[in-house]
């Protein structure tokens, strides 16, 4: 069984086995937390992927699934890069979002990962609503047949913690 932990903090921080982006599609780095695992991690994430998009993702990684790169200059020995669901109203894309945890966890499982980091994916910019986003992100990492031993959410702030919270 894989324990659920929660942090308060920033995942570029953690000493854990692989950190999870929450990426945009071009794996070319961006804002919120893709833009502070760039940062942090250095210029040899940005060359990983690169080299993906020259190789296998020549249109970006489609939302829902997840690549590895290394950490660079991070604790984690690996970045997992999943894209998530811009949140709508009138379109159910929890699946999706289920999806972006599932896929990630089945990486870190190729890479013999012990531990991860996940942020809230899709939360920020992307609009979907946190407590929603909680339940999915718990629930999604609970039900997952995986040989990772421990996941942590870092949350970046307190309305993200007390969500998860509530879930865990």
């Known amino acids: 069984m894989t324990l ?22 071009s794996l070319l780095g961006g804002g919120g937390v893709d833009g502070a695992i760039h940062r942090k ?10 080299d993906l998009r020259a190789s296998h993702y020549g249109r970006g990684l489609p939302t829902g699934q997840a690549v590895a790169t290394t950490a660079g200059r991070l604790s984690a020995r690996w970045v997992i ?5 811009v949140w709508q109203p009138d379109d159910d894309r929890s699946a999706l979002l289920a999806s972006c945890y599932r896929s990630s966890l089945r990486v870190a ?8 980091a996940f942020p809230a994916i899709s939360t ?12 999915i992100a718990v629930q999604t990492v609970r039900d997952a047949p ?11 702030d307190d309305v993200a913690y007390a969500a998860f919270e509530a879930y865990v």
């Open 124 to 135: 920020g910019v992307y609009g979907w609503p946190m407590d929603d986003g909680a339940r």
């Open 146 to 156: 995986t040989l990772v031993t421990e996941v942590r959410f870092v949350l970046f």
């Open 109 to 116: 499982d190729e890479l013999g990962a012990a531990t991860v």
């Open 81 to 85: 890069h999943t894209v998530g669901p």
């Open 4 to 25: 659920i932990s929660l942090v308060r903090g920033d995942i570029t921080e953690e000493h854990v086995d692989a950190v999870v982006n929450a990426a945009n599609s």
């Open 41 to 50: 991690g250095g210029p040899e994430i940005l060359s990983a992927c690169r």
